[in-house]
């Protein structure tokens, strides 16, 4: 027997909230109204810490506007543009947090490599959703 | 290569990828549009092919309905001689009736 019961939607609560910490991590580093982590502080050039922030800032910010957007395919498309962005954000917060921190920064440092193995997943899943989009259509 | 310089490559190349996946939304959108466009037309063509096919073969009843009503035209302005000859009998009763 199939189940009744179809799980469908596209502000799934969690990927929502992991977008709009994003978005407030960017805005607040941008904004130098706290200092951002150590570990990317004790790691990453200068020049790269705005280039962090601008991607944290910039996924978020897509993300949440794709969620909400009336035309799913435009969404769709900023969607992936946003996992495509959170991405390098997430690395670059993940690697220093490794090469500081070691072994004792896996708390952390699981919870961002499994986010960035979810975004890569979600961009698998959102091509295969546009080329069906595009066959049925 | 530090951990620094490893940074900055992710950093560029995610950034560079993003942009250049952000700037790219607009073309894509446009191309599936016209993609779902192409596809309506599609659709619509199929949707008129009974109604083209029908069309067709009244044209081709009308164009023999047309032939025959030639035929027939001309087999009546053709002299015929059984009618001659049926005129020239009503021709001669009549006047030998006055």
Excluded: C
Excluded at chain 2, 60 to 67: A, C, G, I, S, Y
């Amino acid at each position: 027997m199939t189940d009744p019961v179809v799980v469908t939607g596209r502000r799934r609560p969690h990927q929502v909230a992991l977008l709009a910490v994003s978005l407030v991590l960017g805005v607040t580093f941008f904004a130098g109204w706290a200092p951002p982590p150590t570990t990317v502080d004790a790691v990453a050039p200068t020049w790269v810490r705005p280039l962090w922030y601008g991607l944290l800032l910039v996924s978020g910010g897509t993300g949440l506007v794709a969620a909400w957007l009336p035309d799913i395919r435009t969404g769709l498309l900023l969607e992936r543009v946003a996992m495509l962005l959170s991405t390098p954000a997430l690395a670059l917060y993940i690697i220093p947090i490794f090469v500081v921190g070691g072994l004792r920064g896996v708390g952390a440092g699981a919870f961002l490599t499994f986010w960035a193995a979810a975004n890569l997943w979600r961009i698998v899943q959102i091509t295969g959703d546009l080329r069906q989009i595009r066959r049925r259509s | 290569m530090n951990w620094g310089q490893v940074l900055s490559v992710v950093g560029v190349l995610g950034g560079l990828g993003g942009l250049a996946a952000l700037v790219m939304v607009p073309v894509q959108r446009r191309k599936m549009k016209v993609d779902a466009a192409s596809v309506i037309v599609d659709s619509a063509i199929d949707l008129l092919q009974p109604f083209r096919q029908r069309v067709e073969q009244l044209e081709k009843d009308l164009t023999k309905v047309e032939r025959i009503v030639h035929d027939i035209r001309t087999e009546l302005a053709a002299p015929n001689p059984s009618v001659d000859r049926l005129r020239g009998i009503v021709g001669l009763v009549s006047r030998n009736g006055r």
